[in-house]
């Protein structure tokens, strides 16, 4: 935030300067051709120009983007960082009114007003264009001793900051009702038990509390997991690990799950064992994590299958559903932590947003690779690769 | 008034489209967001766009008015001027079906969401990309792609249709559900009615440009056979109970 503000004062006060070289330049420019037709030569008119240059090309490489329009609403400067935030290219913006180029109606109209009116600010606008994004625009008038007036708006991208705090939002209130909902449960079972219950009821509510106490202790084992993965602490133990054997245990482990669930649970692997480097621990949490989510996600009458297939050096391992499958725009981000498709059906499947995030980081950790096919209302697919 | 005087309003009064347009386009997005997410707040603040619109409206008819009142132009000059006065209906059509949806956002705020919205937000992302297009096509005087652009009408025509026959089947469930599924098919209609609005920004632009006036690629939406789809799924109900 502190380098954003730093960059836009400075953008500015490099703006004021090289409008004022540019019309410097202009007039020694001039003036330098007036003199060289009487064939005298001014050092003063290069160094002018020299100086525009190198503050253009200190324009270009500012992180922000800066758009400058002259007295008639033209663009007269149009960086590479704006043509990147505004998905423009300069050479379609200068010259030109903002509007042709740029459909923000708050851009231009806030530039259009520094320009006019000499009214300065600083406001958050939308740019809706091929993507939606979110800018901080800063415009401020530059009056010329000619008395002619330019605008200037510094732009800064603050799309992924807002992704970023939607999602942090999002996290925190997941992750809160997942602790407040078996806390919730705990609260009564321990009154319950407090105020007298008898013999097979206690045991009953003491098998829940240990149950909800599980489900809590695997959310924060989850949260711990993931911010070492990324933070690089993990430990992997590696060794020789038989996948097929790995598979084998997982789907007996969630058997009983699936049947209860009505769905039906299918392993397929190679004749041949199939083993690979690995830490099993780890990818047992691999399968467990696609195996679990495959189920949460399946209906009654539901078929999941878990199986291997190979290729030559290569063994893939793969988990499969019929369920409701992800929407084409959720499907590149599902891998992103703390991204739920479907908060009302995650919130009662109970999902945090972290176990695609933890398989695809304990996978590329592998040197291997994840990925995912979908379809609405037929099924995903998850295949994780491995060398062999 | 001269011919400087003249350019230079027009090109203002072109610049107009362009901010109605993009106006448009930015209540078309709150609007579908707002539904998404039943946000009322967001829903008034496009009611409230609305003013903007309708002034842009009357500033560019004025305009184009004025020019032809007081300049005869002709030729391009001319048919740029009745292309403006034609699109921008286009333009504050789609402001008022913006306006529609924000009011069954604040008519549905109550309910529960019948399932998570996933055509509407692709047509929604569909309708918009046409209108862009269109606009830029308008910018850049570009006929080419204002003929490209309706093509991408049959991928709104066939989200309709989807979004449609799977509406009537959760009503025909559930009567519960009707008030809801009834007025998601009306948003459903609005969009699809945008992306008609953004072919018609496309055909006015191709005159514009090439002078002869031409209908461009349109799909007929055809719900007859939905239509028989929902009566029969209704009368499977009334049998039942």
Not at chain 1, 26 to 52: C, F, M, P, Q, T
Not at chain 1, 66 to 89: K, M
Not at chain 1, 243 to 256: G, Q
Not at chain 2, 157 to 169: G, H, N, P, S, W
Request: net charge negative; proline share 3%.
């Amino acid at each position: 935030m502190l380098s954003a503000i730093v960059s836009i004062v400075l953008a500015i006060a490099l703006l004021a300067v090289l409008i004022a070289n540019s019309r410097m330049a202009r007039r020694l420019r001039d003036a330098k051709a007036e003199v060289a037709l009487n064939g005298v030569e001014s050092a003063a008119s290069i160094s002018a120009a020299a100086a525009a240059a190198r503050l253009g090309a200190l324009l270009d490489v500012l992180p922000v983007g800066v758009v400058v329009i002259d007295d008639d609403a033209r663009v007269t400067a149009f960086n590479s960082a704006a043509s990147d935030i505004l998905g423009v290219q300069p050479e379609r913006a200068v010259g030109r009114a903002l509007i042709e180029s740029v459909r923000s109606y708050d851009l231009d109209r806030r530039l259009l007003a520094a320009l006019r009116e000499g009214v300065e600010g600083t406001a958050e606008v939308p740019l809706h264009a091929a993507s939606d994004r979110s800018l901080r625009i800063t415009t401020k008038a530059v009056h010329g001793a000619d008395g002619s007036t330019e605008a200037i708006a510094v732009v800064v991208d603050l799309t992924r900051m807002r992704e970023l705090e939607a999602i942090r939002r999002d996290f925190v209130s997941n992750v809160s009702h997942e602790l407040r909902t078996p806390l919730a449960a705990m609260k009564i079972m321990i009154e319950t038990l407090q105020s007298g219950a008898d013999g097979s009821d206690a045991a009953g509510f003491l098998r829940s509390l240990a149950a909800e106490t599980d489900r809590m202790v695997v959310l924060v084992e989850e949260l711990l997991d993931l911010a070492r993965l990324e933070s690089g602490r993990l430990e992997m133990r590696f060794g020789t690990v038989d996948l097929s054997a790995l598979c084998r245990d997982v789907v007996a482990t969630h058997m009983p799950r699936a049947r209860s669930l009505g769905i039906a649970l299918d392993l397929s692997l190679p004749e041949q064992a199939v083993t690979i480097v690995g830490d099993r621990d780890r990818l047992v949490q691999v399968v467990f994590n696609l195996l679990d989510n495959a189920l949460r996600h399946s209906s009654t009458a539901g078929h999941v299958q878990v199986g291997i297939s190979l290729a030559p050096g290569l063994a893939t391992l793969y988990v499969k559903d019929d369920g409701p499958g992800i929407p084409y725009d959720a499907l590149p981000h599902i891998f992103e932590r703390f991204y739920v498709v479907d908060r009302s059906r995650s919130r009662s499947a109970g999902g945090t947003g972290l176990g695609l995030a933890i398989v695809k980081h304990i996978v590329e950790s592998h040197g291997g690779s994840i990925t995912a096919e979908s379809e609405l209302n037929r099924g995903t697919t998850f295949r994780c690769t491995f060398s062999v | 008034m001269a011919r400087e005087n003249f350019h230079r309003i027009l090109n203002e009064t072109q610049q107009d489209v362009l901010r109605m347009g993009s106006l448009v386009e930015e209540a078309i997005t709150k609007a579908v967001d707002g539904l998404a997410r039943s946000d009322i707040a967001l829903a008034d603040e496009i009611l409230n766009f609305d003013d903007y619109i309708d002034d842009l409206n009357v500033r560019i008819e004025t305009n184009c008015l004025n020019l032809l009142a007081l300049q005869q132009p002709m030729a391009s000059d001319l048919r740029t001027i009745a292309a403006m006065l034609d699109i921008i209906i286009d333009l504050e059509r789609i402001g008022d079906h913006a306006c529609d949806i924000a009011q069954i956002t604040k008519n549905l705020a109550r309910e529960p969401q019948l399932k998570p919205m996933i055509d509407i937000p692709r047509m929604a992302a569909k309708a918009r990309e046409m209108l862009r297009e269109s606009l830029d096509a308008f910018a850049n005087r570009d006929a080419g792609a204002a003929h490209l652009i309706p093509e991408k009408d049959d991928e709104v025509d066939r989200l309709y249709r989807a979004v449609f026959k799977e509406l009537i089947e959760f009503m025909a469930k559930d009567p519960k559900a009707i008030n809801r599924g009834s007025n998601l098919i009306l948003v459903a209609l609005y969009l699809e009615r945008i992306a008609d609005h953004a072919t018609n920004v496309c055909e006015r632009v191709a005159y514009m440009v090439e002078g002869v006036p031409k209908k461009l690629k349109r799909s007929v939406v055809e719900i007859n056979e939905v239509a028989a789809h929902g009566d029969a799924l209704l009368k499977a109900g009334r049998t039942e109970t």
